[in-house]
């Protein structure tokens, strides 16, 4: 109950390339050794609770799952398939990293899956740029600056 996440990253009615971009970050202590579960309500491509997840293990404690009321995303287990995780690392080597920040054994198994569509990184690139101007108008839509 001490760990919340630091910024809202307005994911509602975000297409996968903005999931991806817009990144959540957390704060608080985590117990040493202890052992958490994860709860949420709406997952599509479950990069909020693997940031969370990510932030547990960096500080000290272990998941031991995760519960979501929806799964929205096309793979049921949240887990890479590995089979994705070498794709990517032959098309694009460290340039995923270099983009989102994510180390590719980080990467959800929606998210895997949406970047294995991807045959170059100038195609990434090129959404990146398309997907900033869409959340701005998304946002702004919605009177968010």
Same mark, same amino acid.
């Given at each position: ?8 990253v ?19 202590a ?23 997840a ?12 995760s ?15 590995? @089979? ?40 990434? =690139?090129?959404r990146?740029? @398309?997907?900033? @101007?869409?959340?701005?108008? =998304? ?7």
């Amino acid at each position: 109950m001490d760990i919340v996440q630091l910024q809202k990253v307005f994911h509602t009615g975000a297409d996968p390339m903005e999931r991806l971009m817009l990144r959540p970050s957390f704060e608080g202590a985590v117990s040493q050794d202890a052992g958490y579960v994860l709860v949420d309500d709406v997952t599509s491509m479950g990069g909020t609770l693997a940031e969370l997840a990510n932030y547990i293990r960096l500080n000290g404690g272990f998941v031991l799952g995760s519960i979501v009321l929806v799964n929205a995303g096309r793979e049921k287990n949240f887990t890479l398939i590995k @089979k994705h995780l070498k794709i990517l690392e032959e098309r694009f080597h460290d340039q995923i990293r270099q983009q989102f920040g994510i180390h590719l054994p980080a990467l959800t198994a929606n998210e895997a899956n949406y970047l294995v569509g991807f045959r170059t990184f100038d195609e990434i =690139r090129n959404r990146c740029v @398309k997907a900033e @101007k869409e959340t701005h108008l =998304r946002l702004l839509s919605k009177g968010i600056k």
